[in-house]
């Protein structure tokens, strides 16, 4: 796989974030991201396309994080596709409810770029690896 | 953080705050409404985050962290919403509203929110006061590496590993309790890092495992959240203890505890930084990059069906709301929208060509007629609300302005108030984007620049806060935005002064330059370059480039400025760029697009008419029209770079051209450049069309009368023609054209003043009057805003060609009307006189024309009037220029229109 079709699903409802990821991610030359403000609108997108990693805020409206990754985990499409969970600091009981739902990292809002990068970088192909290593991280 | 991700935060946090004022007065109606408390929470909570994100607003996130957690008290059933939790959370609303505004204006916000905190504090029914830091953890404050800044500090306790080869060795802390050791492969220790793992170390002492140890259910836990190093059973003095080392994507060890649920003293981190750096400085032979091994995603399905649903669900407050805020609106990717817009694009070109292929078949296919005619219109319908799309509000732009202003002006000791008008105008997002760094340019000048330090504005009786207004409106299907400041001006002689010592203008020029004329000296390229320009009171900074990006985008640009009053520049964009409806025209056998915004209006001049309508002013042929004379020229010989004036020096009026090579008909397309109008001569006008724009090549993007090309509906290319370029380029700019006209006007008063016939100008001020003055009596016509005027000691004053040139009211000597009020424009005719010039004002000239009219001096026997005839049913008095200035000499003891330098002039 490479990164022309490595595809990146980011869902929060805060376009902030979701822009903020988005430019993290385009830093890295992974120009295919999708964007979704809530679960239910994630859980569209998924059915109808593949998508290679899931990073997304675990408080949103309509279905929040956590009901998504139950919906990703119990989806045989799904079952192993990279999920990381946004959370808020101090949101231990969350955390750990995430990683019990199965996901595969997360990530203490607000973060840094490096932050993303460690925890997305063994998900990606691996000329964006390379990009991240070129950035210094 | 970039401009963009903060603006973003910005107008995002207004609408989230909106929404939480929303739900909070929604929730006060009706208080049971879950759905309405959940979303005030998740505003909050947002809020939090994306303040959290932008980085500095320590206060920000911690305020909204308290109202997240007063509200999750509420969700929670923790907290009542009684009136008093309800008027305290709209309070805090408030100060939000309040601190952000300051926020938005660069100034500090705490003070808004502080008072409001604490009150919010005291909702807390579990806590007294100082016990609400139990949940209200310093979170604000914590930095992102907080984390591994605490797993730091314990690892460094830890006393850590040693590296042995390809293998390393992890010890348990000096201190703790039990001794021990793990030997690990050092791939696993890279591949934990390459997966940001971080690495554990626990013991467990059978005996001391409290009763209720279920060690199947600590299994689960290990399998959740962790993944097994290594494992070593020892026994120390008689008892058994086990000995883990893990890895797990948990940072903190504190979280780490309570998710295996073991006691904090027995789980020892290690530094990760130490490990990387130590791997690093050690690398293997092989020296390959860690091959990691994937770690394959447990099979986190199976794990959850063992356990009790309950632990795999955590108890969702946030149930799938039945979303009332039924979304009237969706947030589009902007990627689609262009790409969208693109497809658009070509979808009007191709129907474009799918009619003119089907022209001929129109009649002969039977309902082809109406079918093309649908296609037609649901295209046009297509591209109009794709454009409509991407409009945005001038605002998305406009609001990083404030604080930029606000903390430029700190470090400049400057005080500033900005006030911005029409921030909902909307524009195209390529314009708006194209806007961002010009505006910034403008700005930044006015308040460098512009701006007075406040101590010389007190001097001055200025307030002593500068005042820079952005406004922002529609007009003429264009959008008009003006930056203004009232600061010192710009002293065009000053501008003159640098533009000579740097080569640009010579002072013969420069002598004849008008006082705007000077002051557009600080548009030409190479001004702003000039080293010494840096001291010039007012602009000139970087002014080129703004006009280049300016009308890179299509949009023109004029500044204004008087000394002490402040400096204003005005920008004229287009809406948009991607489709635009063009004219097209045909010269010299090709086709030309001229965007229909810069049309005024299509003339075509019949062969009798010609003589009538076409005359010269100085060398230039210039159309009567209307009350207008506008300047001509002709396209072709823009493109073939030819002069377009003449040398001749006929008498004027004289048609444009040689007779016989004059075509039957005359095509002028009149195009719009700002104020100004001018007359394109083309060939042919064809049909007006909508057009695709593409950009110019870089091999001729130096042709400034091209703005851009597109491909007709057959096929061919055609070019884009500039108003702006071609006036410019054509070597016919306005100030070439007046100055010919000054020229031509200063010969004529050598030759004979008596004519058989006269060409007179007709102008008036109340629509029943008209005055007339012989156009050869006539030196020269200005057209000024009234703003331009001064009025010193009772006498207006204009300032003109480097001094002041007096300005007369004829109703000051006439008993007659004065100009309208409201008048946007004024004309200013300045006669040909022994002295020095003064300017007759007048709100309209009505026309041009030759007459030989005979002049009754009896019909109307005032001083200063020659007398009155009646022209075209008009009752026309013809002025007598020097007995009216002989009338001013009585009135006021001698006129003082002289062209005196500024500096002298009597203060205001």
């Known amino acids: 796989m490479s990164s022309r079709d490595f595809t990146v699903l980011t869902v929060d409802d805060s376009k902030l974030i979701r822009q903020n990821v988005r430019k993290i991610l385009l830093d890295i030359h992974i120009p295919d991201i999708l964007e979704a403000e809530d679960g239910q609108e994630a859980t569209e997108i998924i059915s109808r396309r593949r998508v290679d990693l899931i990073i997304s805020d675990w408080t949103m409206p309509r279905m929040n994080g956590q009901e998504l990754l139950e919906w990703v985990r119990s989806n045989p499409g799904t079952l192993t596709t990279p999920f990381i969970m946004l959370t808020a600091e101090g949101d231990q009981q969350r955390v750990l409810a995430a990683l019990k739902g199965g996901v595969n990292n997360y990530i203490v809002k607000p973060f840094k770029p490096d932050i993303l990068y460690r925890k997305i970088r063994q998900f990606l192909p691996p000329e964006n690896q390379h990009q991240i290593t070129a950035l210094g991280y | 953080m970039n401009r963009e991700l903060l603006q973003l935060f910005f107008t995002e946090t207004s609408e989230i705050i909106e929404a939480m004022e929303a739900g909070l007065l929604a929730l006060e109606k009706n208080p049971g409404d879950r759905d309405q408390l959940h979303s005030v929470f998740r505003a909050a909570h947002t809020l939090k985050g994306n303040a959290a994100t932008v980085g500095g607003l320590d206060r920000l996130v911690e305020f909204a962290h308290i109202q997240e957690n007063v509200l999750d008290m509420i969700r929670h059933g923790r907290l009542a919403l009684t009136d008093e939790v309800m008027s305290a959370l709209l309070a805090s609303v408030d100060a939000l509203k309040a601190g952000f505004k300051r926020l938005l204006a660069g100034q500090t916000y705490q003070e808004f929110l502080e008072p409001v905190k604490a009150s919010l504090m005291n909702l807390d029914p579990e806590t007294e006061g100082g016990g609400w830091e139990r949940s209200s953890r ?67 002492l059978e005996d001391r495992l409290p009763a209720d140890w279920d060690r199947l259910a600590f299994r689960q836990r290990m399998e959740t959240y962790a993944l097994p190093l290594g494992r070593a059973r020892q026994a120390v003095q008689g008892r058994s203890v086990d000995l883990w080392l893990v890895t797990s994507v948990l940072e903190l060890p504190g979280l780490m505890a309570l998710a295996l649920e073991l006691p904090g003293d027995q789980l020892f981190t290690y530094s990760m930084e130490d490990l990387r750096a130590a791997l690093a400085s050690s690398p293997l032979i092989e020296a390959s990059p860690p091959v990691p091994e994937p770690y394959e995603p447990r099979k986190h399905h199976l794990t959850r069906s063992d356990l009790p649903p309950s632990a795999a669900v955590p108890s969702d407050p946030l149930k799938p709301a039945e979303t009332p805020e039924a979304l009237d609106s969706i947030r589009v990717n902007v990627d689609l929208i262009d790409r969208l817009m693109n497809l658009a694009g070509e979808l009007v070109l191709g129907r474009n060509q799918l009619t003119r292929l089907l022209k001929d078949s129109v009649e002969q296919v039977k309902g082809l ?30 609001s990083r302005f404030p604080r930029m202003v606000m903390e430029l002006a700190r470090t400049l000791g400057k005080e500033v108030e900005l006030k911005i008008e029409g921030a909902e105008v909307e524009l195209d997002r390529s314009i708006l984007q194209a806007l961002s760094d010009p505006m ?213 009026p004289v048609p444009a051209d040689s007779a016989d090579s004059l075509p039957e008909t005359l095509f002028v397309v009149v195009l719009r450049l700002g104020p100004h109008r001018y007359g394109l001569i083309v060939d042919e006008l064809l049909d007006t069309e909508e057009i695709v724009v593409k950009p110019l090549s870089e091999h001729i993007q130096g042709c400034r009368f091209f703005s851009g090309t597109t491909i007709l509906g057959d096929g061919r290319v055609a070019m884009i023609l500039s108003a702006v370029g071609m006036a410019a380029d054509a070597g016919l700019d306005f100030k070439e054209f007046e100055a010919r006209e000054r020229k031509k006007a200063e010969q004529a008063k050598k030759s004979a003043r008596t004519e058989e016939t006269r060409a007179l100008v007709l102008f008036n001020n109340a629509t029943d009057e008209f005055f007339a003055l012989a156009l050869s009596e006539v030196a020269r016509l200005e057209v000024i805003a009234p703003q331009a005027m001064e009025k010193i000691g009772g006498r207006l004053y204009l300032p003109y060609r480097g001094g002041s040139l007096r300005l007369i009211r004829l109703e000051d000597l006439l008993p007659v009307s004065p100009p309208p009020s409201d008048a946007r424009e004024l004309f200013v005719l300045i006669p040909r006189t022994a002295g020095p010039p003064v300017g007759f004002l007048a709100s309209r000239i009505v026309d041009t024309l030759e007459t030989n009219v005979r002049v009754d001096p009896d019909r109307f026997t005032t001083p200063g009037v020659r007398g009155a005839a009646v022209l075209d049913g008009r009752l026309v008095l013809f002025l007598d220029a020097e007995r009216l200035l002989g009338l001013l000499d009585h009135q006021n003891g001698g006129y003082h229109g002289g062209l005196k330098p500024l500096a002298h002039a009597p203060a205001a």
């Not at chain 2, 797993?151 to 021990?180: T, W, Y």
């Not at chain 2, 046009?380 to 605002?395: A, E, F, S, Y």
């Not at chain 2, 002072?507 to 001004?527: D, N, T, V, Y």
């Open chain 2, 369 to 398: 007629a109406g079918l093309v005619q649908h296609v037609n219109q649901v295209t046009t319908n297509i591209q109009d609300r794709t454009m409509q799309m991407r409009m945005q509000p001038l605002g998305n732009v406009l």
């Open chain 2, 440 to 652: 910034t340019h403008l700005l930044r000048n006015a308040v460098d620049h512009g701006l007075e330090p406040p101590t010389d504005r007190t001097a001055r009786n200025k307030p002593p806060a500068g005042r820079i207004v952005i406004k922002a409106f529609h007009d003429e299907g264009r959008v008009n935005i003006a930056v203004s400041d009232d600061g010192r001006g710009i002293d065009p002689d000053r501008v003159v002064e640098k533009a000579i010592k740097s080569g640009l203008v010579d002072l013969a020029r420069a002598r004849q330059m008008s006082h705007p004329e000077k002051l557009s000296l600080i548009f030409l390229p190479g001004f702003s370059t000039a080293e010494a320009i840096t001291d010039v009171s007012g602009r000139g900074v970087g002014m080129d480039v703004v006009r280049t990006n300016i009308e890179r985008i299509g949009g023109s640009l004029e500044i204004e400025s008087l000394p002490d009053q402040g400096t204003t520049v005005r920008l004229r964009l287009p809406l948009t760029l991607a489709i635009i409806p063009c004219l097209m025209v045909r010269a010299l056998g090709q086709t030309f697009a001229v965007p229909q915004r810069d049309v005024a209006e299509m003339v075509a001049v019949g062969r009798d008419e010609m003589a009538r309508k076409l005359l010269k002013v100085g060398d230039a042929p210039v159309m009567r029209r209307r009350d207008r004379l506008l300047p001509l020229i002709r396209l072709a010989d823009t493109l073939r770079r030819k002069p377009t004036a003449g040398s001749g020096g006929r008498p004027r």
């Open chain 2, 138 to 204: 310093p979170v604000a404050s914590a930095p992102p590496a907080a984390s591994t800044e605490a797993g730091r500090s314990l690892a460094a306790e830890s006393g850590g590993f040693n590296l042995q080869g390809d293998r390393i060795r992890f010890f348990l802390p000096g201190h703790a309790p039990v001794q021990g050791s793990f030997e690990v492969p050092r791939a696993q220790v890279e591949s934990a890092l390459f997966t940001d793992r971080r690495i554990f170390a626990f013991w467990i």
